[in-house]
């Protein structure tokens, strides 16, 4: 949990201009702008509105649940690698010594 004494300076204001604060991890905007920008953010393939309820894939954007599958929307992006990397890195190899009884 973040404290007041994780942020350097002031906290921005919100970048829609209302006046009030605004948070970096909501794009700068404060609670009630952010709120309209999720409510109002559009899939990109079929123009639907997709809300809260998008789904973000890992190129980024966001997508409606008919296009939420990468192979759906032609996403470029190799999960498969991503994994195998994501995997070797949190499993290192272990090897045992092949002789029990060393002298």
Request: net charge positive; glycine share 10%.
């Amino acid at each position: 949990m973040k404290t007041n004494r994780d942020f350097i300076g002031e906290p921005p204001f919100c970048a829609a201009g209302c006046g009030f604060y605004g948070a970096r991890e909501h794009h700068g905007l404060c609670s009630k702008f952010y709120a309209a920008f999720l409510r109002d953010q559009v899939h990109i393939v079929c123009n639907k509105h997709v809300g809260l309820l998008g789904f973000e894939c890992g190129c980024g954007d966001l997508f409606c649940r008919a296009h939420r599958y990468p192979e759906e929307h032609g996403c470029d992006v190799d999960f498969r690698t991503a994994a195998k990397r994501r995997l070797s890195e949190k499993n290192p190899l272990c090897r045992a010594d092949k002789m029990d009884f060393r002298i």
